[in-house]
């Protein structure tokens, strides 16, 4: 059973940059997809970035600022977010979609705060 931590949150500035870190337990295969996902109160979660075997992408808001990143030996994905604005004020939460069932496994969530 895969179970995912997320680290990294926090209060920054506009402006600012985080790095969130994803700890994922358990057997993650290679073939299996990744993502970041936020979600703020009374609206969707919504995708950040995913990665799948050598491929990225990323939600329009966020190209060129967020940079997602794995590293498959240590079970790990990353978000570095730089340029941070209000708006991307949200719990972020790690995913691991497995590839042989589909099954989307969640973690528990980090807050990024963006305020002066």
């Known amino acids: 059973q895969v179970q995912l931590v997320e680290s990294g949150g926090g209060l920054v500035q506009p402006g600012g940059s985080l790095r969130l870190s994803c700890a994922a337990s358990?057997?993650?295969?290679?073939?299996?997809?990744m993502g970041w996902y936020r979600q703020t109160p009374g609206k969707q979660r919504e995708l950040v970035a995913g990665i799948n075997g050598g491929k990225t992408n990323y939600a329009d808001s966020v190209k060129g600022r967020f940079t997602i990143s794995r590293d498959t030996a240590k079970n790990m994905v990353y978000l570095q977010m730089n340029s941070l604005k209000a708006e991307d004020t949200a719990v972020y939460y790690c995913?691991?979609?497995?590839?042989?069932?589909?099954?989307?496994?969640w973690g528990e969530g980090t807050l990024v705060t963006v305020s002066s």
């Open positions: 358990g057997t993650v295969f290679s073939n299996d997809a």
């Open positions: 995913l691991v979609r497995r590839w042989f069932d589909g099954m989307d496994i």
